[in-house]
Nanobody
Framework: VQLQASGGGLVQAGDSLRLSCAAS????????MGWFRQAPGKEREFVAA????????DYADSVKGRSTISRDNAKNTVYLQMNSLKPEDTADYYC????????????????WGQGTQVTVSS
């Protein structure tokens, strides 16, 4: 599976963004998907995850209530809608695919996209 993240940009605090992650291959619907982010000088951290069916989701406390992860298996795409963005959301955002259930652990995910940069100005 090859993953291509997009949708990042420079926005102001309070704005919204929708990140997309397009996957190649016909087996996308069998993968659980996650979004992670990495700010400069910090470790990569979990943001959100969705099961292969879309029936289960999980969110980091830092984005819960402000973000929604979803997927369209017909389009081989997973989305992360982020609202009420804060300067602390500034990071490179990565999508990842795995088959061990939705997880907050980076080690569970087998495939990673290249990242899309989100910058939130105050």
């Amino acid at each position: 599976v090859q993953l291509q993240a997009s949708g990042g940009g420079l926005v102001q605090a309070g704005d919204s963004l929708r990140l997309s992650c397009a996957a190649s291959g016909r087996t996308f619907s069998t993968y659980d998907m996650g979004w992670f982010r990495q700010a400069p000088g910090k470790e990569r951290e979990f943001v959100a995850a969705i099961s292969w069916s879309g029936g289960s989701t999980d969110y980091a406390d830092s984005v819960k209530g402000r973000s929604t992860i979803s997927r369209d298996n017909a389009k081989n795409t997973v989305y992360l809608q982020m609202n009420s963005l804060k300067p602390e959301d500034t990071a490179d955002y990565y999508c990842a695919a795995g088959r061990s259930g939705i997880s907050r652990s980076l080690r569970v995910y087998m495939y990673w996209g290249q990242g899309t940069q989100v910058t939130v100005s105050s």
